[in-house]
């Protein structure tokens, strides 16, 4: 490319971002924007001395796209980490209509039970990253949420961050808006995975990618995906537990 292009481009999407905000905010065709469960949040798989675990924020935490919360990623990690460790466990998702990082902290911060909890697994990002939230705001927020949750938690409990998908395979753009998210998503995931290495408690985590196998019939398979994203969390939190 040459230089003058460059030089015009980081001018150009600074000022398209508040109207390409607009557009995704307002319900222009993402996989973040269909409906959620309106069933309990909560639940048990049945067993001896029982470990609780929450799933907060985003598509996780929320349970996008599919009809009750069985179905979604929080059920699936109990089912998959009780079967891994022989164990009961009590199961929470917590989300929020605007999947914001902001709303994710502040309902894990009022939680009544927060301190009694073996693992909270946070999924925030992809809405900050279509609302065009900066960099440096939403690193601040996941910091002071994770270190108050370090001080309100157990000393054997686990918090893991999920890695922030490329949020322009969530949504339909084209090339440019794409390349916006695509560069949002990577400084999202660098700033996580620093503040995950100075919180003793905290682990930066990567989810299987979308698949193939995660459509069918041309449609995307929410509950497909949660249930390898469930089980995925429940062999890394296994393996933590036994170290």
């Known amino acids: 490319m040459p230089d003058r292009l460059r030089l015009l481009r980081r001018p150009l999407q ?36 029982p470990l609780r675990v929450i799933v907060a924020g985003g598509m996780s935490g929320s ?13 699936q990690f109990a089912s998959a980490l009780s079967r891994i ?8 998702s917590i989300g929020d209509g605007s999947m914001r990082l ?7 911060l009022v939680h009544e039970g927060i301190g009694g909890v073996d693992v909270i697994v946070i999924s ?11 960099v440096s705001r939403w690193a601040t927020e996941l910091e002071r949420l994770l270190a108050r949750l370090r001080d309100l938690t157990g000393p054997r409990a686990l918090i893991l961050v999920t890695e922030v998908p490329d949020v322009a395979s969530h949504v339909q753009v ?6 916006m998210l695509t560069a949002d998503s990577a400084a999202f995931n660098v700033a996580a995975r620093s503040i995950c290495d ?16 995660d459509f069918i019939d ?23 537990r036994r170290r």
């Open 14 to 49: 600074l000022a398209v971002r508040p109207f390409v905000a607009f557009i995704y905010a307002t319900g222009a065709p993402t996989r973040m924007s269909a409906g959620v469960p309106s069933d309990e949040p909560s639940g048990t798989v049945p067993g001896r001395r």
């Open 63 to 75: 349970g996008i796209g599919v009809a009750t919360f069985e179905q979604a990623v929080a059920s």
């Open 85 to 92: 460790t022989d164990r009961g466990t009590d199961w929470e």
């Open 102 to 108: 902001s709303a994710t902290a502040s309902a894990l």
């Open 124 to 134: 925030p990002g992809s809405s900050d990253i279509l609302a065009f939230t900066s």
């Open 174 to 179: 084209g090339r440019f808006v794409g390349r």
């Open 198 to 213: 100075a919180n003793p408690k905290a682990r930066f985590v990567t989810l299987p990618i979308v698949e193939k196998s």
């Open 218 to 240: 041309g449609a995307f398979s929410y509950s497909t995906v949660y249930r390898r994203w469930g089980r995925h969390l429940g062999e890394v939190v296994a393996s933590l």
